[in-house]
């Protein structure tokens, strides 16, 4: 049991990534459709990128939910995360470095401008040398792009468009990403997409039917439980107030009473 349970862990946790993903995306974009196209999207670029989806997929529905509302259309919003994943994928950055990039660019998107520790601190530990290739898409000097973001005057819908144009150039010239890593992450997405859609059908159903009744009757064991410790204290408590009387440390029913109390 403990290691069926050890296998299907992280098919259930790609499943509850899956299902948080499609919530925020309908929510965000208003249709459950365009959020299944949204999904196979992701899923698409998770494979050609080599990086994991369930580690992607939360951080750009954040990244779309933000950017939406700073203006950018969803297609700015997928070339952008196109951009990212591909880039890290072809410099051989992991899955959570990707995840980190999305991150910073989600606050950037949800300030409205660009900010020097998301600039420098965030995004650009995770992407190392992205702001040299920022400054040059924006056609400023490092120097320039420094004080334009020290000024707040660097707007999100200005600067996450540029950002994935000038992403463009690290990505693979193929449009795949190859290595090691790549292959295994595009081994374990192909996995995980089967177990989630075995978890999306009858079987998922029946899961969850049997995790419902499982907790029903972990609740009721809990309660009676909870009862049996009461009312042990209760005939403790009992037991000591009778001792109490019998050797003369309470004195009359009053004070039994109030010793209840």
């Known amino acids: 049991l403990a290691t069926v349970g050890f ?7 790609e499943f509850v990534a899956l299902e948080s993903t499609t919530r925020i995306l309908t929510q965000v974009t208003g249709s459950s459709a365009e959020a299944a196209k949204q999904i196979e ?8 990128s080599g990086q994991a989806f369930g580690e992607v997929s939360q951080s750009y529905a954040k990244f779309a939910a933000s950017a939406l509302q700073a203006g950018l259309s969803t297609q700015q919003i997928q070339a952008t995360f196109q951009s990212v994943a591909l880039a890290a994928g ?3 950055l ?4 990707a995840k980190r990039a999305l991150e910073a660019l989600g606050q950037i998107a949800s300030k409205g401008t660009v900010s020097m520790e998301e600039l420098r601190q965030q995004l650009g530990d995770a992407l ?4 040299p290739l920022l400054a040059k898409q924006l056609g400023l000097t490092n120097t320039e792009l420094n004080k334009l973001v020290e ?3 660097l707007s999100a819908s200005s600067a996450i468009p540029a950002l994935a144009k000038a992403l463009e150039s690290l990505g693979p010239k193929t449009g795949v990403v ?5 292959s295994f992450n595009r081994f374990k997405n192909t996995l995980f997409e089967a177990g989630t859609t075995l978890l999306e059908g009858p079987l998922g159903q029946g899961a969850g039917a049997l995790l419902t009744a499982f907790a029903g009757a972990l609740r009721d064991v809990a309660f009676v439980a909870v009862s049996a410790s009461e009312g042990l204290k209760v005939v403790g408590r009992t037991i000591g107030l009778v001792m109490a009387a019998v050797t003369g440390g309470i004195k009359g029913v009053r004070e039994f009473g109030e010793e209840w109390d």
């Open 178 to 182: 190859d290595g090691l890593v790549a």
């Open 41 to 48: 999207f992701l899923r698409g670029v998770a494979q050609r």
């Open 94 to 97: 992991n899955s959570d470095q």
């Open 128 to 131: 190392p040398g992205v702001l």
């Open 151 to 153: 000024a707040g005057e």
């Open 90 to 92: 072809n410099l051989g």
């Open 7 to 13: 296998a299907i862990a992280p098919v259930i946790r």
